[in-house]
T-cell receptor, first 114, second 115 residues
Framework: ETGVTQTPRHLVMGMTNKKSLKCEQH?????MYWYKQSAKKPLELMFV???????ENNSVPSRFSPECPNSSHLFLHLHTLQPEDSALYLC?????????????FGQGTRLTVV | AQTVTQSQPEMSVQEAETVTLSCTYD???????LFWYKQPPSRQMILVIR????KQQNATENRFSVNFQKAAKSFSLKISDSQLGDTAMYFC????????????WGAGTKLIIKP
């Protein structure tokens, strides 16, 4: 247990649906990340939030919309997705500064777009 | 730009054997961190071991150790006395010391420990 919780664990959605992924941590992490993990490919960084401010958007299509309302919660809003967006979506958090560089990951949401 | 390469998509060894997973990386940085993460079937990505590039001594964590060759840009993971619970995907990752702490990931190696 890493202290980072993602819900739901599994999600099946149609291409016209709107859904949201949730990530929650109470470890005092001040940086949070969304990653996309597809089979046989390196993890792809999607978004970075430092102190609740979005600092990175790695050319992610606008059908993915992140939200960080407070330091404990991170959302990924999904709408009009494509089948190729099916993947495991991982949330991670870390404390910036100091010598502790470890990122703590949630168990991911397995997303299937039909 | 930094890249991380794991050349072994899958490996399989008998329980109690020693196995070495390969990782090479490309960077022009002199100070950075390297990591090995483990992702078991539960999907939780867990840190296995960490190495600071400025440290010459190879990091060790119980049965896990690394062979860090900075000049060769190589960072292999050795698992001694392998156990069934070591079955997982293993990912090598790179991070610049001065950055927004973005991790650059390899594609992973699937390790299967056979009874």
């Amino acid at each position: 247990e890493t202290g980072v919780t993602q819900t739901p664990r599994h999600l099946v959605m149609g291409m016209t649906n709107k859904k949201s992924l949730k990530c929650e941590q109470h470890l005092g992490h001040n940086a949070m990340y969304w990653y996309k993990q597809s089979a046989k490919k390196p993890l792809e960084l999607m978004f970075v939030y430092n102190f609740k401010e979005q600092t990175e958007n790695n050319s992610v299509p606008s059908r993915f919309s992140p939200e960080c309302p407070n330091s404990s919660h991170l959302f990924l809003h999904l709408h009009t997705l494509q089948p190729e967006d099916s993947a495991l979506y991982l949330c991670a958090g870390r404390k910036l500064g100091g010598k502790n560089t470890e990122a703590f990951f949630g168990q991911g949401t397995r997303l299937t777009v039909v | 730009a930094q890249t991380v390469t794991q050349s072994q998509p899958e490996m399989s060894v008998q329980e109690a054997e020693t196995v070495t997973l390969s990782c090479t990386y490309d960077t022009s940085e002199s100070n950075y961190y390297l990591f090995w993460y483990k992702q078991p079937p539960s999907r939780q990505m867990i840190l296995v071991i960490r190495q600071e590039a400025y440290k010459q001594q190879n990091a060790t964590e119980n049965r896990f150790s690394v062979n860090f060759q900075k000049a060769a840009k190589s960072f292999s993971l050795k698992i001694s006395d392998s156990q069934l619970g070591d079955t997982a995907m293993y990912f090598c990752a790179f991070m610049k010391m001065i950055s927004n702490y973005q991790l650059i990931w390899g594609a992973g190696t699937k390790l299967i420990i056979k009874p």
